[in-house]
């Protein structure tokens, strides 16, 4: 995805936290479908592997268009959802070391680098034994 096509998405998209555990993908969709067509809501998981809790008190909707974004978040910033005050701003685009794949991770720890470095050190390992 290019830069544009990020920032666009980001335009679209609004970040809302201080999600209640008790609220799903269904409850967010009844609250912000007001506002325009929602193309795709996302509640990510807890990180931890045995969390209780469903997601982790934060979400993403995404808008058919940026002006639906803006309305949402105009209505829902500071408001209450299921007893709890929410806040609602854009959502900012990912860095490209933040996408899925790349990071902060070491050249040599990449499956491109050891298939054509790799082999050569493992072959000398091998004979240093």
Partial sequence: MSGDSLKNKAKRTVWVSNVDFSVNKDGL???FSTF???LDIQLPEPQEKF???PH???GFIEYDNAQD???AID???MNILAGKVIKCNYAKPLKAAQMVGQGNRAIWSTEEWIQEYGKDSINKEDEQR
């Fill in 75 to 77: 209505n829902m910033d």
């Fill in 56 to 58: 982790r008190g934060f």
């Fill in 69 to 71: 974004a803006s309305n």
């Fill in 36 to 38: 325009g067509n929602i």
């Fill in 51 to 53: 969390s209780k809790n």
């Fill in 29 to 31: 969709f009844g609250s």
